[in-house]
């Protein structure tokens, strides 16, 4: 359980969300704005804090997981950035549930969930600063609306419209260790359509990850790079209809400071949206996500003097597809009311060398599989003067199938385990009712209570792994992650583009996912085989 005290204090976070503009001859047409549906009245009973793109650009290091860290209880379980630390640790969550590699709060682009289909993390660096119109973090659990995953809140990004963007515009820094950050965009616009083409690139030759007083000849700089590209267009196809197409792609490598911790990850997204802003609101989204991951791993002896490698992952591929539709009908001012219904699959697996002797790997593993939710989602609000009132939920049901352990010896092909497991169902509800009273202008109270919960990744369930002398062992049983929680708080918008906000709050996280220990080397043990001396055995 926990329970804290939240305050933060917002500069700048006002946000405009233009929908249509008048023509000279007084007809209404479409802007292109490139954005989804109109905000839900009913957030403003939840703890939300908005990160406008001026905010966003402000920030030194251009870097995403940088802007966020300046929201108060977000948790990055990853203690450097996106240009050090290994990719798998770039989880993120809310509300001081506790860090976990895995996410725990749900992050969306465009309404499109952006964790790695098969462990969850984030994968930071194809997030260019300047392709950012806007943030939405939800702090607190039980917002269905974007999809399944939101246990402790959500993080919704927005694309910058076309038409707050420059012709074009480029950047170019340069620094020490030889690090470079560039970036350029164009965007064209003619009469109801816009595309915005944008690239981002940056390396680096690192800094020494181990501090010098502990360093030794096996330590060096853990250099970086990174690029991305996106290419966004929005085209009115309608008086009061809007297509949206999106096609992004990056790649990321690193090294951990020292020989045999090289890895690199890549990937690509591709999108489509109808948004229909007539009497009926309506938004159809598809869309197809592509991810591959390989990193290695390296002991170091006690002096720092050699590394020797310890395990290839040498292919991690995974996928992601889904669609979502939503109805806004038209109940009148002051009410909103929202329906519809999601549905993704993933499938992935690692593929990886191990049990390394003489510098060479003797050991083969393949494991992963494949998890599908699909659901149903409602939301409404009612603005009843100085009080606003929201009620909002889903029904999910989930499916994880193919799982499979493959692990043999390399030389002889002889089989050490080949495990299928049954597959699973099961349904989950996420659900959350809100208040907010505004007794003067300036001055908002507010109070909610939530449930959310998560599917475990197919990393979870379905790989074993090592950390040095210690081996943990993956849990095709595991269920899902469940949190319950209520908060209170308070709003105060005293002028000058100030906002005020304190909230207490009290989750209780059930089922929790960890490592868990089980014994202690010298032993063997079921899921990871032989531990040695000083090792410990834990199981998911």
Not at 237 to 255: C, I, K, M, P, Y
Request: charged share 20%; net charge positive.
């Amino acid at each position: 359980m926990s329970r804290r005290i939240a305050v933060v204090a917002l500069l700048g976070c006002s946000v405009a969300y233009p929908a249509l503009a008048q023509t000279s001859a007084g007809r209404e047409d479409i802007v292109v704005v490139g954005s989804g549906l109109a905000p839900r009245p009913g957030d403003r009973a939840f703890d939300v804090v908005a990160i406008d793109a001026d905010r966003v650009r402000e920030n030194a290091s251009n870097r995403l997981e940088s802007v966020l860290a300046d929201v108060a209880g977000l948790q990055q379980f990853s203690r450097s950035d996106s240009r050090t630390a290994n990719p798998t640790s770039q989880g993120i969550s809310l509300r001081g549930i506790g860090g976990n590699a895995a996410s725990r709060a749900l992050l969306v682009l465009d309404g499109v969930p952006q964790a790695d289909p098969f462990g969850d993390w984030v994968p930071f660096p194809p997030y260019a600063t300047d392709r950012i119109g806007l943030i939405r973090v939800t702090r607190g659990g039980g917002s269905g609306y974007f999809g399944p995953g939101a246990l402790a809140g959500t993080v919704e990004i927005e694309s910058g419209p076309a038409q707050a963007q420059a012709p074009f515009a480029a950047d170019l820094a340069y620094g020490s260790r030889r690090s470079i950050e560039a970036s350029a965009s164009a965007t064209l616009t003619r009469g109801e359509g816009a595309a915005t083409l944008s690239a981002a690139y940056a390396r680096g030759d690192g800094f020494f990850p181990t501090v010098s007083g502990s360093r030794g000849p096996a330590d060096r700089p853990a250099p970086y790079e990174q690029f991305s590209a996106a290419a966004r267009t929005g085209l009115a196809v309608g008086a009061q209809t809007e297509l949206q197409a999106n096609l992004s792609g990056f790649t990321d490598t690193r090294e951990r400071g020292t020989a045999f911790t090289r890895n690199r990850s890549e990937g690509a997204d591709a999108s489509v949206r109808l948004v229909g802003r007539g009497t009926w609101g309506w938004s159809a989204l598809a869309y197809l996500q592509t991810r591959a991951f390989a990193s290695r791993f390296a002991s170091v002896d006690a002096a720092r003097t050699v590394a020797n490698p310890t395990l290839n992952q040498y292919n991690t591929p995974a996928s992601g597809v889904g669609g979502r539709f939503e109805l806004v009908a038209p109940v009148g001012q002051g009410r909103d009311v929202r329906f519809g219904a999601d549905v993704r699959r993933v499938d992935g697996r690692t593929q990886e060398n191990y049990s390394y002797v003489t510098g060479l790997p003797t050991r083969l593993r393949v494991a992963g599989g494949a998890a599908l939710t699909y659901g149903l989602f409602a939301d409404g609000s009612a603005e009843l003067g100085d009080l606003t009132l929201t009620l909002g939920g889903r029904v999910d049901q989930w499916r994880l199938n193919d799982g499979v352990l493959h692990e043999k010896m390399i030389a002889t092909g002889v089989a050490l385990s080949d495990a299928r497991f049954a597959e699973r169902r099961g349904t989950e509800w996420t659900g959350r009712a809100g208040a907010a009273w505004a007794p003067v202008s300036a001055v908002t109270l507010r109070a909610a209570g939530y449930r959310g919960w998560r599917l475990p990744t197919l990393n979870e369930l379905y790989r074993p792994f090592r950390v040095g002398a210690d081996a943990t062992a993956a849990n095709a049983a595991l269920a899902p992650e469940g949190l319950v929680g209520v908060d209170g708080g308070v709003s105060l918008t005293p002028g000058g583009g100030v906002t005020l906000a304190a909230t207490d709050f009290w989750n209780r996280l059930e089922k929790a996912i960890a490592n868990v220990t089980g014994g202690r080397g010298t032993g063997t043990f079921a899921g990871v085989g032989f531990v040695a001396a000083g090792g410990f055995y834990r199981v998911r």
